[in-house]
């Protein structure tokens, strides 16, 4: 299969009328489409422009609200709660994400929490809004009930995702970015649709036995029927599995409890309603701790004694984290790839809502 490659600002143009047309305000709307884009770009398709039907669906349904009416519910100078309103999830996270920052500049660290909110896209976007201040940045969320517990039948906890963000000086920027699931959904969608067999330590189904099914996972995930994602680690304790769970536990912690909103199967709990998912964003200043030149000197030192570190047989290359998604941003300046499935889907968008696909 040849994927499609869209010139990128013809099709952040198509976006961008997409979500006019469903009522979304302009400078929303080119929110949303830069998050999507800037996730193709780094080579994460599964949370890109595939998204859109997504959102689009979302918002028609009503479980997206196009204005996003974030209410700050509590406030210190260190702290945010916030409410979404609903509203699409990377528009209310990157105007938190931008409350958080203004905070953290003015008193050195914030955290930010909000409830009330949608799926957001890639957790490292609002991360890496911070490095532009030479602050440190970090973006967690829960998310639907989609992977097992350690030993568990049946999805109860999120992929939840965590990203942190960390400016460096001669060398990229670190960015770790993952889901505490072995993969994310969006990755199940992405074999689905180009009909491959999933890794048998992907997921389960609906009787708890590692499948390879992809199509299987997610009718059984969409109807609640048994089964789902794996933890980070696998099914078992002997391969770390309980540390992925762990993880994504101490993350809806952090989101859906912490902030009074939805956490596990309450996300996304009855057809039709919002899914009240939950966020926590945080910046730090560097300098409150030394120079920032200084950290970012260290920084580059440890950057290239992994590199350099003797690597295993058969091995060319050690990457640290973030490293494959900016090699692969640089490369994608102009255009961003797009499997021919998603094209189709963005053709079915353009002629729902008579917006003009010119790419």
Known sequence: ?????????????FGVEVFKKLGVPEDDAKIVMDVLIASDRRGISSHGV??????????????????????????????????????????????????VIKKAL???????????????????????MALKHDLIGVSLTNSAPLMVPTYGKDA????????LAFPAGKEKPIVLDMATSTVPRGKLEVYNRLSKPLPITWATDETGRPTQDAARVLANLLERKGGGLLPLGGADEETGGHKGYGLSFVIDILTGVLSGGAFGPNTYKKKGEP????????????DA??????????????????????????????YVAGEKEAEKEELHKDFVEIDPKVYEDLKSISEELSVPMEF
Not at 1 to 13: A, Q, S
Not at 156 to 163: D, E, F
Not at 275 to 286: E, G, S, T, V
Request: aromatic share 8%; with cysteine.
């Open 289 to 318: 701790f030394m120079p920032v030149e200084e950290f970012k000197a260290r920084l580059d030192e440890y950057i290239n004694i992994l590199r350099n570190c003797p690597k295993a047989d058969g091995a060319t290359r050690i």
């Open 275 to 286: 899914p009240n998912i939950c966020h926590m964003f945080a910046a730090m200043r560097i």
């Open 156 to 163: 109860v906890l999120g992929t939840n995702p965590l990203a």
């Open 50 to 99: 595939a998204r859109m039907r997504r959102y689009v669906n979302g918002i028609k349904s009503g479980i997206m609200k196009p204005v996003a009416k974030i209410e700050i519910l509590k406030e210190t100078p260190n702290t945010i709660l916030a409410s979404g309103g609903d509203g699409l999830g990377q528009v209310v996270g990157y105007k938190v994400m931008e409350m």
């Open 106 to 128: 003015d008193n050195n660290v914030c955290v930010g929490v909000v409830r009330n909110s949608n799926h957001y896209g890639i957790a490292g976007y609002y991360a890496m």
């Open 1 to 13: 299969m040849e994927w499609i490659k869209v010139n990128i600002d013809k099709l952040f143009n």
